[in-house]
């Protein structure tokens, strides 16, 4: 394209930009309330305002017909709309797409319970990539293969499985559908081993059409948020496995594609579980690191200085810095009882109860591992204190975090100076624990174990305890857990 063609492209823009502005605003809405009546994210609506990209041919008739202009805004962008895209200048650079962790599977199907299929995407948490908490609606489950393998109207580059990327009308329905499978295998994630094919193998479709969408110089904005929320569920599944590397991997590639569109609360999450990795494998300084990161994502949400504080509590612990530990988590308990409603809305696991008890959890974690780093009995103490408040705030559903929290608080009594509380805990969910294949409760469990047996190996209660657990773990081969060479003499 010539500069003469650019510039007059560019100020075709900037017209229907001020044209947009002032329609918009005669019609008494904000950004917000015109992008969700249109189906796209606000942020289309400010950078078309501004004049800084051609507005998608599919928009601007929605534009019309929601603003009641009689075609005015489609008249302004007619002769530029003809003007062919210059490649790259509102994508992102495609070293993003590849290459990405595990194995090229195809994606399965039929690997959730339909029963879980939802009428529209919730109005917290899980957010459509276009609309955030706007409660979309979701196309019928029996819509999906076309969707994923529907024609190619406009006949641009193929995104998932021959979906047109020229055909921004169609891509909302696309983006919502693909959510909501992503919230049903979410419910379905940990029953068992199938989901991790289905998630990867859909998370790469996304990534391959969001690639496809950037070659045409249009940035996939909800492609990128959709795959960054993938991602983020590819690698808590592969964490929960024991994989790091994969795992990490994943996080890192989410982690991108989320700050190439600037989704915080994408990135607030993913550092979150980049640190729960990070301290599995015992390495303090770089969770610190992630946690810092995560008060810096966006110093006006509640949320996530709340999560910073947390997880920033928990990486002093295991350095044994107990006045850094103490100090955040005061600071994580005085952020959480600011937080509001928009914190709710992104974050709705951190609302109530619920989130007193993640509070509680993490605190309580956060004291027993400075108990086990600096033999502090009192910090033990307060830890059994923490955990216990969250145990009793657990829903009976949550299995899985109450075997978590058990192990925690039997290793807490142990740390405290109470062995026979620890065992009495801890023995009747022994063969639970060690038939679990994942990776937090095998460390909980080996931590507890390492407590008993290396300072009370010799009391009765502690030898049955341990006998128990040998026991256990004999002919199961898919247990990870890997006792000291102590309980092998």
């Given at each position: 394209m010539s500069s003469g063609s650019a510039e007059a492209a560019e100020a075709a823009w900037a017209e229907f930009g001020r044209q947009l502005r002032s329609r918009r605003r005669a019609a008494g809405l904000?950004?917000?309330?015109?992008?969700?009546?249109?189906?796209?994210?606000h942020s289309l609506v400010s950078r078309l305002e501004a004049g800084l990209r051609e507005p998608p041919v599919g928009?601007?008739?929605?534009?019309?017909?929601?603003l009641e202009t009689g075609g005015e805004l489609a008249?302004?962008?007619?002769?530029?709309?003809?003007?062919?895209?210059?490649?790259?200048?509102?994508?992102?650079?495609?070293?993003?797409?590849t290459p990405l962790p595990g194995a090229d599977a195809t994606a399965g199907r039929g690997t959730w319970d339909p029963r879980l299929w939802p009428a529209r995407l919730p109005a917290e948490g899980l957010a459509c990539p276009l609309h955030g908490n706007a409660g979309c609606a979701v196309p019928d489950q029996g819509e999906l293969p076309a969707l994923l393998e529907g024609p190619r109207p406009l006949g641009g580059p193929a995104g998932p499985r021959g979906r047109s990327t020229g055909a921004a009308d169609a891509e909302p329905e696309l983006l919502h559908a693909l959510t909501a499978v992503l919230a049903c295998l979410i419910?379905?994630?940990?029953?068992?081993?199938?989901?991790?094919?289905?998630?990867?193998?859909?998370?790469?479709?996304?990534?391959?059409?969001?690639?496809?969408?950037?070659?045409?110089?249009?940035?996939?904005y909800g492609q990128l948020r959709l795959a960054a929320q993938y991602a983020q569920v590819a690698g808590r599944l592969r964490m929960e496995r024991g994989q790091s590397g994969v795992a990490m991997a994943w996080f890192g590639h989410g982690l991108r594609w989320a700050d190439a569109v600037e989704d915080a609360p994408a990135r607030a999450t993913l550092l979150s579980d980049m640190c729960t990795l990070v301290r599995l494998d015992g390495d303090a300084a770089t969770m610190v690191g992630y946690a810092r990161g995560i008060g810096e994502v966006d110093g006006k949400r509640r949320w996530?200085?709340?999560?910073?504080?947390?997880?920033?509590?928990?990486?002093?612990?295991?350095?044994?810095?107990?006045?850094?530990?103490?100090?955040?988590?005061?600071l994580a308990r005085r952020t959480f009882a600011r937080l509001d409603r928009r914190d709710h809305l992104e974050a709705p696991w951190l609302a109530g109860a619920e989130g007193a008890m993640r509070v509680d959890s993490a605190i309580g974690g956060a004291l027993r591992d400075l108990a086990v780093a600096t033999g502090d009995r009192s910090a033990a103490r307060r830890a059994v204190e923490a955990t216990a408040r969250?145990?009793?705030?657990?829903?009976?559903?949550m299995r899985s975090a109450r075997l978590l929290l058990t192990l925690r608080l039997a290793d807490s009594w142990a740390c405290a100076g109470d062995p026979g509380a620890a065992v009495a805990l801890a023995s009747p969910v022994l063969k639970e624990a060690v038939r679990s294949r994942e990776s937090m409760v095998t460390a909980e469990l080996r931590?507890?174990?390492?407590?008993?047996?290396?300072?009370?190996?010799?009391?009765?209660?502690?030898?049955?305890?341990?006998?128990?657990?040998?026991s256990a773990g004999e002919g199961d081969a898919g247990s990870r857990l890997d006792l000291p060479d102590f309980d092998r003499r």
């Open positions: 904000t950004q917000l309330q015109l992008g969700l009546r249109v189906g796209y994210h928009l601007v008739r929605r534009l019309d017909a929601v008249a302004v962008v007619a002769a530029p709309r003809e003007v062919p895209h210059r490649p790259g200048r509102l994508g992102v650079d495609p070293a993003l797409f419910r379905e994630a940990f029953r068992h081993e199938g989901p991790v094919t289905a998630v990867e193998g859909l998370l790469r479709d996304v990534t391959r059409w969001a690639e496809a969408v950037n070659s045409t110089g249009r940035l996939p996530t200085a709340t999560l910073s504080a947390l997880y920033q509590a928990r990486g002093h612990a295991l350095a044994g810095d107990a006045a850094e530990c103490r100090r955040h988590i005061t969250s145990c009793a705030r657990l829903p009976p559903q931590g507890l174990h390492t407590r008993l047996a290396g300072t009370w190996g010799d009391l009765p209660d502690v030898r049955e305890y341990r006998e128990r657990l040998l």
